[in-house]
């Protein structure tokens, strides 16, 4: 599919509507069948389709709409798995000061934030997002993007030493099955046609921006990052170029998306610091497009991204968090700073997240979504106008 010079998307995630949160419920309390469940979904996708190509916009999602968060949903298409609260975990937390000290930094209540725990051999006993595209395809022209958790945020999250360790004796022996259910998630996706495969890996600027609670993360119950951050960035990018390989060039965009955190709409709490430390990593993971965070001073300097292997940018441009709609001045004059350092045809625009991370603590109304979608497609006009012109 052609796209545009500067296309726009989003990340995945759009907030939920009080149907759909209460449908969530009311499935997992078994007051409503998992058919009753996919009828409301089904609906709230198509408005959710409807509000982005109306703004505009080039590459869409059915906006997460099937899952209560955007790791922990995977739970239900993997066998020998366990939803934990994330206030559950504290069970397995040596250091629980500091671990309830990071759940205090939360907006949202940690009884009602999900992270899956493996405890037995996993395997897919069902896809993980191909329904989903196969259901918005239906209902869409435009190209498609699909979400999925990278392998790295999988494995540290789904590894809890007192559940796993029979299965799995270490976080590395479950990376292995992880690997497995994630290309046979990437080969169904590319054989089904889907335009681009977006992997989430939000905790690796976590090994290289915190320095107190260095083993914790900040939006999942991972408790296994080792103290050397060079080793785990290692580990991690080892992880994403095993469920790649082979996987490139076959008409199908794989990107990775990384952020400082999207569980706050309290932009001090988040993570800061520029990409520089990550650089070994982004340079030599073997994708087609880094989705990187810049609307807010926390990303740090864009020259950073001249560093990255001549990849495609996937440019944060608009914060999800904020109830200012950014103005179309200030976005074309970031497009112009990047232009400096990656080709025109290998930018596209995006917010810098999801919009609705987690269900039941959305970042934001479904009005600012579509306005701020509204605002980047009408700054990608401009700038396509002032470089074909």
């Known amino acids: 599919m052609t796209l545009p ?62 899952r209560d968060n955007f790791i922990s949903f995977v739970a239900e298409h993997l066998d020998n798995v366990q939803m934990l609260s994330v206030s559950e975990l504290l069970e397995y937390v040596e250091d629980k000061a500091s671990f309830e000290e990071i759940l205090g930094t ?27 595209y196969l259901f918005l395809k239906k209902y869409t022209d435009k190209a498609v993007k ?12 789904m590894w809890v030493e007192g559940l796993s360790m029979d299965a799995y004796p270490a976080k590395e022996d479950l990376a292995v099955d992880i690997i ?8 169904d996706l590319i054989a089904a046609g889907v335009e681009f495969v977006q992997f989430d890996e939000p905790v690796l600027t976590e090994l290289v921006f915190t320095q107190k609670n260095a083993n914790r993360t900040f939006m999942c119950g991972a408790l296994t990052a080792k103290a050397d951050a060079e080793e785990e960035i290692a580990f991690a990018l080892d992880l994403m170029n095993q469920v790649t390989a082979g996987m490139l060039g076959r008409g199908t965009r794989i990107g990775v998306h990384i952020c400082r955190g999207n ?56 914060n999800p968090r904020t109830e200012v709609v950014e103005s ?34 959305p970042m934001n109304s479904d009005k600012m979504a579509v306005q701020k979608l509204k605002i980047m497609v009408e700054a990608a006009k401009e700038i396509r106008g002032k470089v074909l012109s």
Request: hydrophobic fraction near 40%; charge should be negative; glycine fraction near 8%.
């Open 180 to 187: 497995k259910v994630l290309r046979e998630e990437l080969e």
């Open 328 to 361: 179309v001045d200030d976005i074309v004059e970031r497009v112009q700073e990047v232009r400096k350092y990656v080709p025109d045809e290998k930018i596209f625009l995006n917010p810098d997240c999801g919009f609705g991370t987690f269900a039941q603590r």
């Open 146 to 157: 699909v979400a999925l958790p990278g392998p790295y945020l999988l494995t540290r999250a």
């Open 5 to 66: 010079l500067f296309p726009v998307t989003v990340i995945g995630s759009w907030p939920r509507s009080n149907e759909v949160k209460r449908a969530m419920r009311d499935k997992r309390d078994g007051r409503i069948t998992e058919e009753e469940f996919q009828c409301i979904a089904d609906q709230a996708i198509l408005q959710i389709l409807k509000w982005q190509e109306e703004a505009g916009i080039d590459i869409v999602t059915d906006g997460e709409q099937r």
């Open 263 to 318: 569980w706050s709409t309290q932009e001090h709490v988040l993570l800061r610091g520029p990409y520089y430390p990550l650089i070994p990593y982004l340079a030599n993971v073997h994708i087609d497009q880094l989705i990187l965070e810049y609307a807010t001073p926390r990303a740090g300097e864009m020259d950073a991204i001249r560093d990255f292997g001549s990849k495609e940018i996937g440019l944060g441009i608009v």
């Open 106 to 132: 939360l907006d949202v209540p940690a009884f009602s934030m999900s992270n899956p725990a493996a405890v037995g051999k996993i395997s897919r006993k069902k896809p993980l997002a191909l329904g989903d």
